[in-house]
């Protein structure tokens, strides 16, 4: 069982928003603004969609956005297209003894 | 460019120690702030951190895996190896090494390399 809990799946059409959540407790995710978001294609290594909450890396379109509110963390993705089509894991800081945890991930399905 | 790149073995029988190799480049683990880190994801199932060593030699383990894990480095040949001890058929998964840095806060894994499967079975 994954230390922050995630939806299994969420699905929408071309076009659409959707938003995939990411709950962690007070030691993790509501403590520290240290929360990324990963997005995996089938057989590849993740690649870095969000940083620190809300940031986006060079190269990274602005229909990702992220946001977080207490011990929930939140990735929007806008203007949905089928190379969206993934799975997503959110990551966080968990401080000195734990570290990082991540999310069970979501699997992402563009209608 | 920043490229890493996971190595060993395929296949390890029960009980066995487990060793792999990340070879990088594009950065260096001698430069202050530089970390890398491994972590691992079974066959359809969630990724896990697993552990860290940084540009000063200071290493972080997993709390449930650390007393089976040692991660090192060697700053010549731009390589980190961690071993892992009594591996069991449920550490079957993509073991991935990615870097990250440390600057007055942890920044995100920012590379990754592309994973090496590793299958435990006898």
């Known amino acids: 069982q994954s230390a922050l809990t995630q939806p299994a799946s969420v699905s929408g059409s071309p076009g659409q928003s959707i938003t995939i959540s990411c709950t962690g407790t007070s030691s993790d995710v509501g403590s520290y603004n240290l929360v990324s978001w990963y997005q995996q294609h089938p057989g590849k290594a993740p690649k870095l969609m969000i940083y620190?909450?809300?940031k986006r890396p060079s190269g990274v379109s602005n229909r990702f956005s992220g946001s977080k509110s207490g011990n929930t963390a939140s990735l929007t993705i806008s203007g949905l297209q089928a190379e969206d089509e993934a799975d997503y894991y959110c990551?966080?800081?968990?401080?000195?003894?734990?570290?990082?945890?991540f999310g069970g991930g979501t699997k992402l399905t563009v209608l | 460019q920043v490229t890493l790149r996971e190595s060993g073995p395929a296949l390890v029988k029960p009980t066995q120690t487990l060793t792999l190799t990340c070879t990088f480049s594009?950065?260096?683990?001698?430069?202050?702030?530089?970390?890398v880190s491994w972590i691992r994801q079974p066959p359809g199932k969630a990724l896990e951190w697993l552990a860290l060593i940084d540009w000063d030699d200071d290493k972080y383990y997993s709390t449930s895996l650390k007393t089976r894990l040692t991660i090192s480095k060697d700053t010549s040949k731009n390589q980190v190896v961690l071993t892992m001890t009594n591996m069991d058929p449920v550490d079957t998964a993509t073991y991935y090494c990615?870097?990250?840095?440390?600057?007055?806060?942890?920044?995100?894994?920012?590379?990754w390399g592309q994973g090496t499967l590793v299958t435990v079975s006898s």
């Open positions: 990615a870097r990250i840095q440390y600057s007055s806060g942890w920044s995100p894994f920012d590379y």
């Open positions: 620190e909450v809300s």
């Open positions: 990551c966080s800081y968990a401080g000195s003894s734990t570290f990082w945890v």
């Open positions: 594009g950065f260096s683990l001698s430069t202050s702030g530089m970390c």
